[in-house]
Nanobody
Framework: QVQLEESGGGLVQVGGSLRLSCGVS?????????VGWFRQAPGKEREFVAA????????YNTDSMKDRFTISRDDAKNTIYLEMNSLAPRDTAVYYC???????????????????WGQGTQVTVSS
């Protein structure tokens, strides 16, 4: 049984940093070609944050995220990461990691394209 578990969320002040981790168990992370991070704020739909495909290429939802966030993976540790810097109140949300076996060339922004999800970790940025 494949499981993804996020950690590293918490309360941080404006301008602070957090590093989210997503541990994968039940199957080697190397078997998942595309990994991603999404977030969901109260009353809003789940939003794409970042993805890394099998080629190693990374994509971010907005230029602001691209400038402040970094997605990475360590297959030896079966862990996906999201480094977040210069956090702002608008970044407050529950953050989810996701994984897919396929190379999601055109659908990596869609939550429906990922077959495996973590339970989420809360990130709260206080002003």
């Amino acid at each position: 049984q494949v499981q993804l578990e996020e950690s590293g969320g918490g309360l941080v002040q404006v301008g602070g940093s957090l590093r989210l981790s997503c541990g994968v168990s039940g199957r080697a992370l190397s078997r998942f070609t595309t990994v991603g991070w999404f977030r969901q704020a109260p009353g809003k739909e789940r939003e794409f944050v970042a993805a890394m495909r099998g080629t190693g290429s990374t994509t971010y939802n907005t230029d602001s995220m691209k400038d402040r966030f970094t997605i990475s993976r360590d297959d030896a540790k079966n862990t996906i990461y999201l480094e977040m810097n210069s956090l702002a109140p608008r970044d407050t949300a529950v953050y989810y990691c996701a994984a897919a076996h396929l190379d999601l060339q055109r659908s990596y922004r869609s939550p429906n394209a990922y077959g495996y999800w973590g339970q989420g970790t809360q990130v709260t940025v206080s002003s």
